[in-house]
């Protein structure tokens, strides 16, 4: 852990800095995560900044940063390493050609560094340039419970075994961030092994602060009504609410438009920005976008 990250607002600022803006119970858990060497598991809606902070935490501290991008079928060996069997084909027929090859030399250089393709889990238990890289282990419930075991086994020491070489251990732990948009529960298992905190939507205030952070160029007035109307889109029945993403995406569309103010008919040309589902953009159709900023309009004239 670098010397200047002391205290909680000290990670706050480190943050701020790569324009990622977090409350103090956020703040407060990757301190503890950086300054005990501990997992983090983050859990909550798409779109909320769980992957955003593992690649702002990177770049603060001149890391690498190392992804793993989970999916259904993931196994160990897709996650830890492979061998390039191309290449050693090749090295086999060029042997086979050559008279006196010595095979037991030839078997162990086919099975050797050489030959060997590091997946994430392998590579950030590597040793690295610049110290410990972050391994972000994303969306970590799309995975199956034999995964998550082995994972548990793989984070306990921080070392994988490979038959024809052996045990490699992390010189350095790396700083280790999952992530789950909680589809399905995660073993209490593996959460125990980690800190942990729910990454919920932000409020008003902490959004609009995101928004400026990274759609800078918006004016005040675009910006809180682009926020007030995406937060009042979270209050209705749709099947997938927008995220923060959403809702800097939808900005930056506005802005690439020349949009100064919102209107019905904008929110129809650029709902796809912020609604991924057609179900979801059909209910704001016809009136329904319009009496939704009406009733947005109305509460920030409120205030």
């Known amino acids: 852990m670098q010397a200047e990250l002391n205290t ?4 706050q600022t480190m943050l701020a800095g790569q324009n990622y803006v977090c409350g103090r119970a956020l703040a407060t858990v990757v301190f503890l995560s950086l300054r005990l060497g501990r997992p983090l598991f983050l859990e909550g809606e798409a779109g909320v900044g769980k992957t955003e902070i593992a690649k702002a935490i990177a770049a603060a501290l001149g890391r690498r940063l190392i992804r793993l991008q989970c999916y259904e079928g993931l ?5 830890v390493y492979e061998w390039n069997f191309p290449a050693q084909m090749v090295a086999i027929r060029t042997a086979e050609a050559v008279e006196g090859t010595d095979r037991v030399a030839l078997t162990e250089e086919l099975f050797s560094d050489k030959y060997l393709i590091r997946r994430p889990l392998l590579e950030a238990m590597s040793d690295q340039e610049g110290g410990a890289p972050v391994l972000l282990i994303d969306e970590l419930d799309r995975t199956d419970e034999p ?10 020491d921080f070392q ?27 073993h209490d298992a593996l959460k125990r092994r980690c ?19 990274r759609a800078p160029e918006a004016s005040e007035n675009l910006s809180r009504e682009v926020v007030a109307f995406v937060q009042k889109l979270r209050t209705e029945d749709l099947f997938k609410k927008p995220g923060v993403a959403e809702t800097i995406d939808w900005a930056k569309c506005l802005l690439a438009l020349d949009v100064i103010d919102l209107s019905p008919e904008v929110i129809a040309d650029t709902v796809g920005a912020i609604l991924k589902y057609q179900d979801d953009i059909q209910k704001l159709e016809g009136s329904e976008a319009k009496r939704l900023l009406e009733e947005v309009k109305s509460e920030l004239a409120a205030e």
């Open 147 to 156: 995964f998550e075991a082995f994972l548990l086994e793989a984070l306990s």
């Open 160 to 186: 994988v075994t490979i038959p024809e070489l052996g045990t490699i251990k992390a010189p350095e732990p790396p700083i280790v961030i999952l992530t789950s948009n909680r589809t399905r529960e995660v």
């Open 195 to 213: 800190l942990y905190h729910w990454v919920d939507y932000p409020n008003f205030e902490r959004e609009i602060e995101i928004l400026s952070a």
């Open 75 to 79: 196994d160990a060996s897709s996650a």
């Open 8 to 11: 909680i607002d000290d990670v």
